[in-house]
């Protein structure tokens, strides 16, 4: 089966950098915006979609220390959903994007330019890419 998500939008804040329990490994958190434009009737309208992000290992350090709310990011990962139960017994999930690529984009004069150094993570842990 076939899970991939692929993603150009900007940080809607600075990255949060933790480390996670189970497997002592560093996890970035981080919400990027997309804003979708499109014509109904004779009229332009504009709807702002918003998007979890997660980032583990080295990567995700690169992003702590590197990226902050505004930048243009492309991401490709895969779809992950969380379940939980609320302590009156609810039950929640939401859907995260797990990246495993994410590439710094600047954008000048109109036009995009990727900031890319190459660098291989561990297998598990993606492409370094900024």
């Known amino acids: 089966m076939l899970n991939r998500a692929v993603l150009i939008g900007r940080l809607t804040k600075d990255p949060e950098v933790s480390i996670s329990k189970n497997r002592e490994r560093a996890v970035a958190r981080f919400c990027i915006a997309y804003n979708r434009r499109y014509k109904s009737g004779e009229e332009w309208k504009e709807e702002s979609h918003f998007f979890e992000i997660k980032v583990f290992g080295k ?11 505004g930048d243009l990011v492309f991401v490709e990962g895969r779809l992950s959903q ?16 797990v990246a495993d690529t994410v590439r710094l984009l600047r954008t000048k004069g109109g036009n995009v330019t990727v900031e890319d150094t190459n660098g291989k993570e561990e297998e598990d842990e993606g492409e370094i890419k900024f």
């Open 59 to 69: 990567l995700a350090k690169v992003i702590g220390e590197r990226y902050s709310k």
């Open 82 to 97: 969380d379940r939980w139960e609320t302590e009156e017994g609810g039950k929640r999930s939401r859907i995260t994007i």
